[in-house]
């Protein structure tokens, strides 16, 4: 069953110096406002995994929270680079930071690999491919029944995984609806888990055919907070930033500037802080 707990206690309870973490959400139901809380008590030694690396973890890599990145791909999506990220990867600002780069196939096998408690996702992949050269996770196998050579890469296996979804009920399920990413998998592969919602029902009611439920043996901690998701969209409740997007680019090319927003936005600020936000976003 699964706690139903507030930001602070859920990250307090959670997430330890030195996890590794998964804040997962492909364009959508990105969990910012608990990324945002895991800066304000200000975790170290992370190794972040994420398909899609991006503001989101610009932010707490810019805040010294992490030691590594597993990733696919990283940016700001439709803007550009991510500034403290490469600041912290080409500068060591504010610490140095390692990498380990796969593909979008690689990461979506290594997470189902280690949500069913594999060892390694094995698939057809990176023929032809140099990140093998550069990342020494990348290895080739033979199958044994065909003899056929295939890729294969370690399981993500998580100490947290952090989500964001539309709707909890009050036994602790989950419901996540529109554009999904590894969120299922993601929780499956942790041994920890934390699920910030847009609310608390008592039945989820109609729901569109994708629609992905979470059971609550498969949930540690669900924590309501509206708006929890912005810059980011909440299919069903507010539309995506666009705006914050384009703005976050020249806040973050700066130290300081960066800085400032995160004192002003984040460090002042409790959860669920861009809810305001998120409401004028819809």
């Keep these: 069953m699964a706690d139903v707990l507030e930001l602070d206690e859920a990250v307090e309870a959670n997430v330890r110096d030195g996890d590794v973490v998964a804040m997962e959400g492909f364009t959508h139901l990105i969990p910012f406002a608990a990324a945002h809380e895991v800066i304000r008590q200000k975790k170290k030694r992370l190794t972040l995994v994420r398909m899609t690396p991006d503001l989101i973890y610009d932010q707490l890599i810019g805040m010294g929270a992490a030691d590594k990145l597993v990733f696919s791909w990283v940016g700001n999506p439709g803007v550009g680079s991510l500034h403290r990220f490469r600041d912290a990867y080409e500068n060591g600002w504010p610490g140095p930071l390692a990498i380990e780069e796969h593909s979008h196939a690689a990461m979506a096998n290594a997470y189902d690999a280690g949500a069913a408690g594999l060892p390694f996702a094995v698939f057809r992949g990176y023929r032809g491919a140099e990140l093998a050269k550069v990342n020494p996770n990348i290895k080739?196998?033979?199958?044994?029944?065909?003899?056929?050579?295939?890729?294969?890469?370690?399981?993500?296996?998580?100490?947290?995984?952090?989500?964001?979804?539309?709707?909890?009920?009050?036994?602790?399920?989950?419901?996540?609806?529109?554009?999904?990413?590894?969120?299922?998998?993601?929780?499956?592969?942790?041994?920890?888990?934390?699920?910030?919602?847009?609310?608390?029902?008592?039945?989820?009611?109609?729901?569109?055919?994708?629609?992905?439920?979470?059971?609550s043996w498969t949930v540690g901690a669900i924590v309501q907070v509206r708006g929890g998701a912005h810059p980011s969209y909440a299919h069903g409740y507010y539309k995506r930033d666009n705006a914050f997007y384009k703005a976050w680019d020249p806040i973050s090319r700066d130290r300081d500037s960066f800085r400032a927003w995160i004192d002003e936005h984040v460090m002042r600020k409790g959860p669920g802080a861009f809810a305001v936000h998120a409401q004028r976003a819809a």
Excluded: W, Y
């Design 140 to 215: 080739q196998i033979i199958c044994p029944f065909t003899r056929e050579k295939l890729a294969a890469v370690p399981a993500i296996k998580l100490d947290v995984a952090i989500v964001h979804a539309q709707k909890a009920d009050r036994e602790g399920n989950v419901m996540f609806e529109g554009i999904v990413g590894v969120q299922k998998e993601a929780v499956l592969a942790a041994k920890r888990s934390i699920v910030t919602v847009e609310e608390v029902v008592d039945e989820f009611g109609a729901r569109s055919p994708n629609a992905i439920i979470l059971p």
